[in-house]
């Protein structure tokens, strides 16, 4: 062996791309770790779909790493001696190389609590460890705080249009192509009874997938979530095969029904990429570079592909760079003082709520559900609902295939529940049971009335909403996007407002949550 200096190199079950900054400079004698370990799976209970989703994905991709002569040291979660945790696996790697490592390399992780505690291994661990900047992203972390420096509000558009302008996407020189920035007001159609659907292409599991399915079944067995079928891809380029059928069969009408609900059918034309995406087995701007090429090419509309991109490189950026931005605060905010607790009704779908029910069973059969559910399902209620951010933060966090804290977090806490007090948003998403009616099936399916706003048989929704502006009134009252409904609430007779609080307090009641 030479004496160059040896790095210990630690990569993350998120950070399964090759171009990993952690691995930029490998060379030879250095040793690449990835570990299975129980405190990343529990820490919250992750989704069994999720976890083996994730370990099998990891197993894969070391096998990519190792084919392309890299060594790698692959840590089992039922290994003998298995340490438990990323510190744990890291120090023995150490102490069984009895002491050659100069450094230990690893790319930030995308979680505030797992690099603060990253902070402290050099210490610990009595080594350099090199903790560098994951460079998987179209904004660094110092251009997004940049952009936002000085900005009263931190609005996504403006960002995303400089980000449409440096990538040049969608661009007719400095104009956005086909002139104009935003198409979101033709994304808002509700599905049409007769149209079909696209069929979803499915994986088959291979030996790797089975054994960890296995493992999965028995260590966390209590876990929520269905465990099987797992058909998501485990792989690139099973990853790829997902991107290229949805570019086939789905981009097109994308941005029609992107706000659309239809019930049983948990993924309509949405691309159910973000779990590739944010493990690292797909790379954003090269997702967005190909559907621009749909739109060049006359196989999808403008609408559709300015929609999605949008999601990519105006979304998903902005809401990263402002978690890195805000945190470790941003997470103790709780504008509303929200405190009721979860119902069970999340784990369980036990509800008469027929929009409810569809999204929490979708959520436990496939750890999926698309943003209109998760945002004016799920997240609508707990917000009119008034429960406490943490617990519906750690729901979202672990239901969820692809939720890592960077990004699950800035769209619960803020774009969700407006726990933030309107540093993403101007207003809180709150809405009633009109808004699901408009863009989905449910209501026609539920025990509740949709058209009733008060009684035993009223859509809970209705009288949420209205209780939500009641409760919150001293808050909400000023905001100028809301003059409409507190105009309207005024308008209302005490009996009317005496019904909505009553009606309120005996749902919360019924349901466990006063
Ligand atoms: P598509 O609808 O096909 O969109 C394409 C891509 O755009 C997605 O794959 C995703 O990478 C990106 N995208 C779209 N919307 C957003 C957004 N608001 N923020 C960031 N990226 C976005 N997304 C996650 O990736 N992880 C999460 O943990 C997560 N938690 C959420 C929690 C709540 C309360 C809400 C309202 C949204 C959350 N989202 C999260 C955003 C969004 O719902 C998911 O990205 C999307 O549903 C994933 O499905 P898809 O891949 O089919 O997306
Ligand atoms: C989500 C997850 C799970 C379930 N298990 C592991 C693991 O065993 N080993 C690992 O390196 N990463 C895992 N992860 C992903 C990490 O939790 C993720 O890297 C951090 O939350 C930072 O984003
Ligand atoms: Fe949901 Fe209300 Fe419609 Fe029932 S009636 S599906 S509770 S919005």
Redesign the pocket.
Known sequence: MSDAPRSLRLVLGDQLSPAISSLNDYQDGDLIIIAEVDAEAIYVRHHKKKIAFLFSAMRHFAEELTETGQSVRYIKLDDAGNAGSLVGEVERAIQQDSGTFDRVVITAPGEWRLLDEMRGWAKRLKIDVDIREDTRFVASLDRFATWAEGRKRLTMEYFYREMRKETGLLMDGDQPADGQWNFDQENRKKLPPEISLPKRQTHKTDQITKDVCALVADRFADHFGDLEPLTYGVTRSAAEADLDH?FRYCLAD?GDY?DAMAQGEA?LF??????Y??CGLLD?LDVCQRAEAEWKEGRAPINAVEG?VR??IG??E???GLYWLKMPDYAETNFLNASRSLPDFYWTAETRMACVKDTVETTRKHA????IQ??MI??NFALLAGIDPRQVEEW??LV?A???EW??L???HG??LFADGGVMGTKPYAASGAYINRMSDYCGKCHYAVSKKNGPKACPFNYLYWNFLIENEDKLKGNPRLNMPYRNLAKMSDEKTAAIREDSRRFFKDIGIS
Do not use: C, K
């Open positions: 949805f994308f992107q993924f949405h691309s159910v990429i973000a779990l995406l944010n954003p999605f999601q990519i979304w998903r902005y809401v990263r999926y559900a698309h943003h998760r945002l799920t997240g979202y966090l969820y692809d939720a890592y990004v699950e800035p769209n619960t774009m969700a």
